[in-house]
């Protein structure tokens, strides 16, 4: 069965089940992976985001955006409006999925991990230095960033006869590895609402062993910030005529 939102959803559960092990991985206590680093983590998204664009696109969805910020930017460049109730909802869907996976993978390492924060950061995003206006401005220039390069790399003036078949996915992904190279460490770089509401859902109701308080609080940084810059990206998309 192909569709595009059946796209969004397996494509966003992916991304979530491959960028949130990774975060597993090496936070959590007894992981072979532990204390991996910030190297293998944002290597792991890069190649999560690849490895789930791919997916997305082979069901049919030729969008694969799997984030809302794109979704939203793309209607402001496109105006296909419907995106908005078909792509989203699939998206948080697929995201809270990925989300129950992740849980079912780690069980047995939930309970050794005595920290509540690395927990929390396996589903979602946690600020090093929690500043919520300054927090909210990092997400807002790393989505307009994706935004941005995202459009350019399929630009006419960049690939005159498109892009060669199957490059998409991997110029995705070595973009997000960069973008979490280069400007993720302030706030973990959710750069997309559905990839940290979504596993946030999942972390507040789940019988996580040992888990603390899920920190609401911050949760509208990682889903407003992406959207405004998604917005700002597309306005500047549509003036600078990528």
Not at 119 to 131: D, E, G, H, Q
Not at 162 to 168: I, N
Not at 175 to 191: D, E, F, K, N
Request: glycine share 14%; aromatic share 10%; charged share 10%.
């Amino acid at each position: 069965m192909h569709s595009a939102a059946l796209g969004e959803f397996v494509g966003t559960m992916i991304l979530i089940l491959l960028g949130n092990g990774v975060v597993g991985g090496v936070l959590l206590s007894r992981s072979k992976a532990e204390g991996g680093g910030w190297i293998v983590i944002t290597t792991g998204w890069g190649l999560a985001v690849f490895a789930a664009v791919a997916v997305s696109i082979s069901m049919g969805d030729s969008d694969a955006h799997l984030n809302p910020a794109f979704t939203v930017a793309s209607v402001i460049t496109s105006g296909h409006a419907e995106r908005l109730w078909t792509y989203i909802p699939a998206q948080i869907l697929g995201a809270m999925v990925g989300a129950l996976l992740v849980w079912l993978f780690y069980m047995p390492h939930w309970g050794p991990t005595e920290s509540t924060a690395k927990k929390l950061m396996c589903f979602s995003t946690v600020p090093a230095i929690r500043s919520l206006g300054w927090n909210f401005l990092s997400e807002v220039i790393g989505t307009f960033v994706l935004v941005v390069v995202a459009a350019a790399l399929v630009s006419k003036r960049i690939a005159p006869g498109g892009l060669a078949p199957g490059l998409g996915p991997w110029l995705i992904g070595a973009l997000v590895w960069s973008i979490g190279l280069s400007l993720g460490a302030t706030t973990g770089y959710a750069i997309n609402p559905a990839r940290d509401f979504g596993p946030r859902i999942m972390h507040s109701i789940l019988p996580l062993a040992g888990k603390g308080p899920s920190d609401w609080s911050y949760a509208w940084v990682p889903i407003f910030g992406p959207v405004c810059g998604g917005v700002l990206a597309a306005v500047f998309i549509r003036w600078a005529g990528i």
